[in-house]
């Protein structure tokens, strides 16, 4: 395992919280999204002596590690399964109320309404996840829809706060996060988890909150959920993306000392961290680290190596990576294009840039309105206002770009 080359290997800005097992942690820590009353074990629950015996059994052995973290794939994967039967069946009944309303008017089906989604979201909850129905019900109509849950006699539990708390934090309502967090904790039967935990620090520490993800983070250990490699996932894409390389060196060397294998998303977040640090000499390592390690390199990761090179303004180097993908099956896509046409604009190597838009025929891609105003902006400020005059009309011609930038799969 590598360390940034911008910390030392006896300065730990986080010693509570990477340094010793999750079963040594005592920091007392402030989160705003939690009560402030701790936990209360019940005689039901696991005894602290029997907690610790888990986690040390826990940290033992890497086959073990390995196998759960085999099993957590498998489940997601058996969620999106049920991810997309479930909401086929929101849209049929939907479908249906549609059809009822043509025939009888508004009047008659109005009543039909909340019983079938309720029912539909009842198999929704039963089949792992409940977020698909989130995008065909607006925000605002969630706490009413919660309110005729209960009504009916479903009661919400872990997943289904899980997604309530996991959609509010992408769309940024941090107030609404945490209402929700608060509200799943007075629940006597519906406790948080390490997904909980998960979408919660990924919100914040998305955010630029370093501080409350810190806090949270501690919080969540002290109430017994352990992190997975997705915790520290999001921790370090926190961490590279603010800038604090110290903080993100103890995370690796907390997963190295705890044997947690990297995924290709640890290596995404790592090389584009180093790539934004301009480290260039370990981001190639860990390039070369991933593929020894038989970890494909993603369309991910080379926008992260062309954008790195780009800032250097190493040329030559991003002709490497061209050469990688000729003799690749990675899968490209608008994204990196448009990153290829960024990096040659800011070395000012305007042929290349051009000659972008004929790779992209080649590979079956059309420019799109980022691709045109990246050119643009590398023509003017170069002081080319003819090139830009004439890609003025070009952009305004293009429809709106469909491109959504691809974020980490934590």
């Known amino acids: 395992m590598v360390s940034l080359s911008t910390s030392t290997s006896h300065a730990h800005p986080l010693p509570s919280a990477y340094n010793r097992r999750p079963a040594e942690r005592d920091v007392t820590v402030r989160c705003v999204s939690f009560s402030p009353r701790e936990p209360k074990h019940t005689s039901n629950g696991p005894s602290l002596a029997l907690r610790e015996t888990r986690q040390r059994k826990w940290v033992k052995s890497t086959e ?3 196998e759960r973290y085999s ?3 498998q489940d997601e994967m ?3 399964i049920a991810s997309r039967k479930a909401i086929s069946i929101i849209l049929r009944r939907e479908a249906t109320k549609a059809i009822i309303e043509k025939k009888k008017g508004p009047t008659n089906s109005k ?7 309720l029912e539909a979201l009842h198999e929704r909850i039963t089949a792992l996840r409940w977020e698909s129905a989130l995008q065909v019900f607006a925000f605002d109509e969630v706490q009413a829809l919660l309110s005729d849950m209960g009504r009916q006699g479903i009661r919400p539990n872990t997943i289904t706060y899980n997604t309530l708390i996991d959609a509010y934090g992408k769309a940024k309502m941090f107030v609404e996060m945490e209402s929700t967090l608060i ?6 039967d519906c406790k948080p988890d390490s997904w909980t935990m998960n979408s919660t620090l990924r919100a914040f520490g998305g955010n630029g909150q370093i501080e409350m993800m810190e806090n949270c983070y501690e919080k969540f250990q002290r109430s017994g959920i352990e992190p997975n490699i997705r915790t520290f996932n999001i921790l370090l894409d926190s961490y590279g993306k603010t800038g604090n390389y110290k903080k993100m060196s103890a995370v690796m060397e907390f997963m190295q000392k705890y044997h947690y294998s ?7 977040v790592v090389i584009d961290a180093f790539g934004r640090a301009g480290d260039l000499k370990q981001m190639e390592y860990l390039f070369r680290l991933m593929q020894s390690e038989r970890i494909k390199p993603s369309c991910v990761t080379l ?3 062309v954008r790195a090179y780009g800032r250097a303004g190493k040329a030559d180097k991003i002709g490497g990576v061209l050469r990688f993908i000729e003799n690749s099956d990675v899968r490209l896509d608008l994204v990196f294009f448009n990153c290829l046409v960024d990096a040659y604009g800011r070395m000012e190597k305007f042929a290349e840039m051009k000659g972008v838009l004929e790779l992209m025929e080649k590979k079956g891609f059309k420019p799109d309105k980022i691709t045109y105003r990246t050119m643009v902006k590398a023509y003017r400020i170069s002081g080319m206002t003819s090139h830009v005059k004439e890609l003025d009309g070009v ?7 469909q491109v959504v930038l691809k974020k980490p799969d934590f």
């Open 111 to 117: 009543k039909l309404l909340p019983r079938t989604v």
């Open 64 to 66: 073990e590690a390995k």
């Open 183 to 188: 509200q799943m904790l007075g629940e006597d």
């Open 262 to 268: 990297w995924t290709i998303v640890t290596y995404n």
């Open 395 to 401: 952009v305004e011609s293009v429809g709106e770009a």
């Open 303 to 305: 926008c992260s190596l």
């Open 71 to 73: 099993k957590e794939i």
């Open 78 to 80: 058996n969620s999106k």
